[in-house]
């Protein structure tokens, strides 16, 4: 039998938002202990190491803001930075707030029930170690449960194969080789892109292209830091002030409200920018009303047509079911371009889907591929699915997973009615948008709830049945009429890779960040007497 740790509370996860948890929670005074499943800090950038992998949010609207000194003593080197670089920020960001002492790394959570006698979650991790604590603060991210492909064979392949978020520490030597990328969602396009450059021969398997838009990245010289600091102020003001929390937001007019050249003229002024802009500072219409979706969807087709060289390449790399920005717009660098090389070509699932993984590549409908390594560029099981892996139970057994179901429910994201002193940081419900601004928001309003908690001697928190409800019709109501609620993607939470994700459900919050912000805020102004308190 194991020894049990006992602490105030236990945060799950050591990326960016278990690291911002652990300082606060640390601050109060409580007696913390973080389980993080990996060798070391960083989350999605600890695991995400693929070829190419990097931000398309920029660099420092993505940072921490909690910390003047941390915001004066790091310099970004690229306006959308590398992974490797985002990595060095958070080990720095570890470091600098002495937070190692507080994790145990390789400990990954297999189960945490809830005592209501005791009123404390029991936490098992897979080595056999266990754990008590008063509260269990997940921090699992909405993208980290990884998904292989549901294709028999994968286990024969004999050479090398890698999901993209388990690609390995050590460098993988693909000059020269035969290689498969299997996907072309955001992480494929990065990977594609990047690996292009030295393969000998690469085969992209597309089931469904995506809209994609470039990302025009450029270095950070000295000067230019200097003045990108002096601006942070206005900068992290402008990211709360914005609908999803990026520096780009929505243009106030319609698409119809101005003639056709005004519009071509904007569209192309957003294609030539750095960034979101095209996605997130497009007309307000855009993601609402069909007709304008279908205009900017022909202008982006246009730019796909002009940069394939080939016609019938090109037409198979324009989405047909789904409009501009319905999904998550992947940023591109050189990734419609990759396709004129000669030695990268586009394999069409719609057209010749794969039968199996053999011994020594893919197997189509139509073709036998020979493969040195094969890439899944799959996805994840989003949003719930780090959830799901572990075996989650609250009052009388009730297991989360089964409550979840038919799709999550939540009051405010943070708390489920029935799994009392559990609080979520980006959880299911909640705005994803410019991520660390929304982690920032949500650490500190649960920080606030624990120092009530710690303040008043309260040892149980728990949202009412009735709160859940309400608040999960609250954001089921504002997915109502957004084109991207009626497309399959994770952000819909289907994977068909998974066993019971293949129906839509609404499992983030598509209202703006500042209601969100002033929803959380008047729940805390009136002394968290919307939640069961004893
Ligand atoms: P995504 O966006 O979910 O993309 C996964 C891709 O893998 C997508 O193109 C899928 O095609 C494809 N896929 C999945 N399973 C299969 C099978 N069985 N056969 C063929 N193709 C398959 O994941 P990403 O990692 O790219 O991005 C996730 C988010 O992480 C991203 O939005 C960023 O915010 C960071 P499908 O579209 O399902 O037909």
């Given at each position: 039998m194991a020894t049990l740790e006992q602490y105030d509370a236990i945060i799950i996860g050591a990326g960016m938002s278990g690291l911002y948890q652990l300082h606060r929670l640390r601050q109060l005074g409580l007696s913390v202990r973080l389980l993080e499943a990996g060798t070391g800090v960083g989350g999605t950038w600890y695991w995400?190491?693929?070829?190419?992998?990097?931000?398309?949010?920029e660099s420092y609207s993505y940072a921490y803001s909690f910390s003047g000194e941390l915001l004066d003593e790091w310099d970004w080197g690229e306006h959308f930075a590398g992974q490797p670089e985002t990595l060095r920020y958070l080990n720095h960001v570890a470091d600098k707030f002495d937070l190692r002492r507080d994790i145990q790394f390789r400990s990954r959570v297999a189960a945490a029930h809830y005592d209501d006698e005791t009123r404390s979650w029991d936490i098992r991790v897979e080595d056999g170690g266990r754990f008590a604590c008063r509260f269990m603060i997940t921090a699992v991210g909405p993208l980290s449960a990884p998904t292989l492909p549901a294709i028999e064979g994968t286990e024969s392949f004999t050479g090398q194969s890698f999901h993209t978020a388990r690609w390995p520490h050590q460098p993988v030597d693909l000059a020269g080789k035969r290689v498969a990328v299997i996907g072309t969602g955001a992480t494929a396009v990065q990977t594609i892109q990047e690996v292009a450059k030295t393969v000998g021969q690469l085969t992209v398997f597309q089931r469904t292209p995506n809209w994609c838009a470039p990302l025009h990245n450029a270095k950070i010289g000295p000067e230019e830091m200097v003045r990108l600091r002096a601006g942070y102020p206005e900068m992290f003001q402008r990211c709360q002030e914005t609908f999803s929390c990026f520096i780009h937001t929505m243009d106030p007019r319609g698409t119809f409200e101005v003639t056709p050249e005004q519009r071509e003229a904007f569209w192309e002024k957003l294609y030539g920018e750095p960034g979101f802009g095209i996605w997130q500072g497009n007309f307000r219409d855009m993601l609402t009303d069909r007709r304008a979706n279908a205009l900017i969807s022909d202008f982006v087709a246009g730019k796909i047509r002009q940069r394939v060289t080939d016609p019938a390449t090109a037409e198979k790399l324009i989405p047909k079911n789904h409009g501009f920005g319905t999904r998550r717009v992947p940023l591109e660098t050189r990734y419609y371009e990759a396709y004129n090389q000669d030695n990268v070509r586009l394999v069409d699932l719609l057209d010749t889907p794969i039968q199996r993984i053999t011994p020594t590549g893919i197997k189509t409908s139509d073709a036998d591929y020979d493969f040195d390594i094969i890439i899944y560029a799959t996805g994840f099981d989003a949003v719930t699915g780090s959830f799901d892996r572990i075996d989650i139970r609250g009052m009388g057994g009730q297991r989360l997973k089964d409550r979840w179901q038919g799709g999550p429910e939540t009051y405010l994201g943070v708390m489920v009615n029935g799994f009392p002193n559990m609080m979520m940081l980006i959880g299911p419900h909640m705005a994803l948008g410019n991520i660390p601004r929304s982690i920032e928001y949500n650490v500190d309003w649960v920080t606030g709830l624990m120092r009530h908690v710690h303040d008043h001697g309260i040892i149980r928190v728990e949202a009412t049945e009735a709160g859940v409800t309400t608040w999960t019709d609250h954001v089921k109501a504002l997915g109502v009429?957004?084109?991207?609620?009626e497309v399959d993607s994770w952000m819909t939470g289907v994977n068909r890779n998974v066993a019971g994700k293949q129906v839509r459900v609404v499992?983030?919050?598509?209202?703006?960040a500042p209601a969100y912000r002033a929803r959380c805020d008047e729940v805390a102004a009136n002394g968290y007497r919307e939640l069961m308190l004893g």
């Open positions: 995400n190491r693929y070829p190419g992998a990097r931000f398309d949010s009429g957004l084109l991207s609620n499992n983030r919050y598509s209202g703006s």
